[in-house]
Protein backbone atom coordinates (compact mmCIF):
# COMPACT_ATOMS: atom_id res chain seq x y z
CA UNK A 1 0.00 0.00 0.00
CA UNK A 2 1.19 3.21 -0.97
CA UNK A 3 1.71 5.76 1.77
CA UNK A 4 -0.49 8.78 0.82
CA UNK A 5 0.90 12.44 -0.02
CA UNK A 6 1.36 14.85 3.24
CA UNK A 7 -0.97 18.13 2.42
CA UNK A 8 0.43 21.00 2.20
CA UNK A 9 0.64 23.05 5.55
CA UNK A 10 1.00 27.00 5.76
CA UNK A 11 3.87 28.80 8.02
CA UNK A 12 2.53 28.73 11.53
CA UNK A 13 2.63 32.04 13.66
CA UNK A 14 2.72 31.66 17.32
CA UNK A 15 1.76 34.21 20.09
CA UNK A 16 4.16 34.73 23.12
CA UNK A 17 2.60 33.02 26.03
CA UNK A 18 0.45 31.11 24.20
CA UNK A 19 1.07 27.37 24.67
CA UNK A 20 -0.76 25.18 21.69
CA UNK A 21 -1.41 21.60 23.53
CA UNK A 22 -2.16 18.00 21.51
CA UNK A 23 -3.44 15.84 24.40
CA UNK A 24 -3.65 12.38 23.21
CA UNK A 25 -5.30 9.42 25.35
CA UNK A 26 -8.50 7.13 26.48
CA UNK A 27 -11.43 9.06 26.36
CA UNK A 28 -11.55 9.57 30.00
CA UNK A 29 -7.76 10.71 30.17
CA UNK A 30 -8.20 13.36 28.35
CA UNK A 31 -11.22 14.65 29.76
CA UNK A 32 -9.56 14.65 32.99
CA UNK A 33 -5.99 16.50 31.37
CA UNK A 34 -8.34 18.80 30.27
CA UNK A 35 -10.58 19.44 33.33
CA UNK A 36 -6.56 20.32 35.09
CA UNK A 37 -5.94 22.72 32.52
CA UNK A 38 -9.19 24.63 32.25
CA UNK A 39 -9.20 25.40 35.99
CA UNK A 40 -5.20 26.74 36.10
CA UNK A 41 -5.51 28.26 32.77
CA UNK A 42 -7.35 30.81 30.58
CA UNK A 43 -7.66 27.93 27.59
CA UNK A 44 -9.56 27.75 24.53
CA UNK A 45 -12.05 25.29 23.76
CA UNK A 46 -10.67 21.95 23.17
CA UNK A 47 -11.24 20.47 19.67
CA UNK A 48 -11.44 16.70 20.23
CA UNK A 49 -11.00 14.14 17.12
CA UNK A 50 -10.77 10.77 17.07
CA UNK A 51 -13.79 9.99 19.17
CA UNK A 52 -12.96 12.00 22.02
CA UNK A 53 -8.81 10.08 22.34
CA UNK A 54 -7.04 13.61 21.37
CA UNK A 55 -7.92 17.26 21.30
CA UNK A 56 -6.36 20.42 20.59
CA UNK A 57 -6.29 23.33 22.50
CA UNK A 58 -4.15 26.40 23.28
CA UNK A 59 -3.49 27.96 26.75
CA UNK A 60 -2.19 31.32 27.91
CA UNK A 61 0.35 30.91 29.96
CA UNK A 62 1.24 34.15 30.90
CA UNK A 63 -2.10 34.72 32.71
CA UNK A 64 -2.73 31.74 35.55
CA UNK A 65 -5.76 33.92 37.07
CA UNK A 66 -9.48 32.04 36.86
CA UNK A 67 -11.55 33.49 33.91
CA UNK A 68 -13.96 35.47 35.12
CA UNK A 69 -16.83 34.67 32.56
Do not use: H, N
Not at 2 to 8: D, Q, V
Not at 9 to 18: A, C, K, Q, V, W
Not at 35 to 64: I, K
Amino acid sequence: MAARARRERSPRTYLPGIADVRICGTEETVKAVLDVLEREFRATSARPYDGGQRAYLQLDTGCTDPDAD
